[in-house]
């Protein structure tokens, strides 16, 4: 069997990514000197909760089990205030440790209760979906919706660990494993083409959660945002692209979750997203006919959704313009001139950006 892989996170607070299976053993030296642990969880997996609960009873922490509602519906003010009251009738101090431990929703969440907390404890991350391996839990981004959008509200604040262990992925429904997928293939748009040679190449490994081939993808995701992470943490790189390049695809994708009412997953999202920004590049000329196809066939072959219904531009015009990447009135969007060379494009025409939705809501997934 393979070894657990190190990814290293560099930066003012480093910390590493560990990938593998089997690695609840590693939690107690991610929690070492903790007095308390509070455990954030989904509700509907109890038993993720009562495994870590246990693992960190056995070396000797109080636990403070914290069921939180499940998936999107934990990402509320409302849930956030219950949790901080949990923290507080348990007297919970700065020696004290969050661990989250579900899937993205669930590890935002208790990313930015750890980060609110007393201004900041100590947080370990222990994502059970894919899409929280090899995104959510990494990099320290954390937060809320709110009802004008979504991640409105939140904080930048670093984990001390990230444990991702394939075994979670086995419970894993299919559908959200290939959601995860979506944030898997941008960054092999914008940053390593050999993804989607992975993904080209062999599907039925890319989707199997047991397959090296899918343990590949982790690593490979996770490097691309571990290495834009440790240069551009906190989003505020001037004069290049930073960590923009992440939201790849993710202007359309928000507007998308909003006006479905957060009921979309959001890789599925993403994933329309990567479709809606390709046909948007290549519409103002900078992305080759070609590399925009390959969005499309890549994204269909992993059966990822990839139109939206017609007849709501208005709708999502008015989602995107409250993206973070917006500045003023100025719509911004991360583009690619082409796989593995992401650039900005700003103001586009409005004519531009219903051509592109055009394209997104004629195509039959
Ligand atoms: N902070 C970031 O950098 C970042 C990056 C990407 C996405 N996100 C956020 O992540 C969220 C999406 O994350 P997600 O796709 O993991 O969705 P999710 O957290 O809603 O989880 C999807 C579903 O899977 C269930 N689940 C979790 N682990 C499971 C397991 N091992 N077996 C069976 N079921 C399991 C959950 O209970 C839920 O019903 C969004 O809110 C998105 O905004 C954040
Ligand atoms: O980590 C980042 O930075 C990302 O943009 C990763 C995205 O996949 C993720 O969905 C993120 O939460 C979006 O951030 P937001 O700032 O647009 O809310
Ligand atoms: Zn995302």
């Known amino acids: 069997m393979t070894g657990p892989t190190r990814i290293s996170v560099r930066g003012e607070s480093p910390y590493d990514v560990v990938v593998g299976r089997s ?53 509320t003010a409302d849930v956030l205030a219950s949790c901080w009251s949990a923290l507080g009738r348990a007297g919970f101090t700065r020696s004290d440790v969050v661990v989250g431990v579900g899937g993205g929703a669930t590890t935002d969440l208790a990313g930015f209760l750890a980060a609110s907390w007393l201004r900041g404890v100590r947080l370990v991350q222990m994502p059970t979906t894919l899409l929280g391996m090899v995104d959510a839990a990494v ?11 979504k991640n409105l509200v939140g904080a930048f604040h670093h984990p001390a660990a990230v444990l991702a262990d394939l075994d979670a992925l ?5 559908p959200d494993l290939v959601a995860g997928l979506a944030e ?81 997953r959001h890789g599925d999202a993403v994933a329309v997203g990567l479709h809606y920004v390709s046909a948007l590049a290549r519409l103002a000329g900078r992305l080759p006919q070609a590399d925009a196809a390959r969005h499309l066939s890549v994204l269909q072959l992993l059966g990822l959704p990839t139109s939206y219904p017609p007849g709501r531009f208005e709708e999502l015009l008015a989602a995107m313009r409250i993206d973070k990447k917006s500045r003023g009135d100025l719509l911004r969007f991360v583009v690619l001139d082409g796989i593995g060379r992401p650039g900005l494009l700003e103001g586009p025409d409005q004519a531009l950006l219903e051509a592109a939705y055009a394209e997104v809501s004629e195509v039959v997934s």
Do not use: C, M
């Open 184 to 264: 898997v293939v941008k960054v092999g748009f914008t940053s390593d083409d050999v993804i989607l040679d992975l993904v080209e190449g062999d599907v039925a490994g890319a989707t199997d959660p047991t397959s090296p081939v899918l343990r590949e993808l982790v690593e490979r995701a996770i490097q691309v945002k571990a290495d834009v992470v440790s240069d551009d943490f906190r989003e505020a790189r001037e004069g290049g692209l930073g960590r923009e390049v992440l939201n790849y695809g993710h202007t359309f994708a928000h507007a998308i979750e909003q006006v479905e009412d957060y009921r979309w």
């Open 23 to 75: 690695l609840l053993d590693s939690l107690p030296s991610a929690v070492r000197g903790a007095h308390r642990a509070a455990v954030v969880h989904p509700a509907s997996r109890p038993e993720d909760g009562a495994r870590v609960a246990e693992a960190l009873r056995d070396s000797g922490h109080q636990v403070l089990l914290i069921p939180v509602p499940d998936g999107e519906d934990a990402k």
């Open 139 to 149: 990099g320290g981004k954390t937060g809320i919706n709110t009802p004008e959008g």
């Open 170 to 174: 086995g419970t894993l429904p299919a």
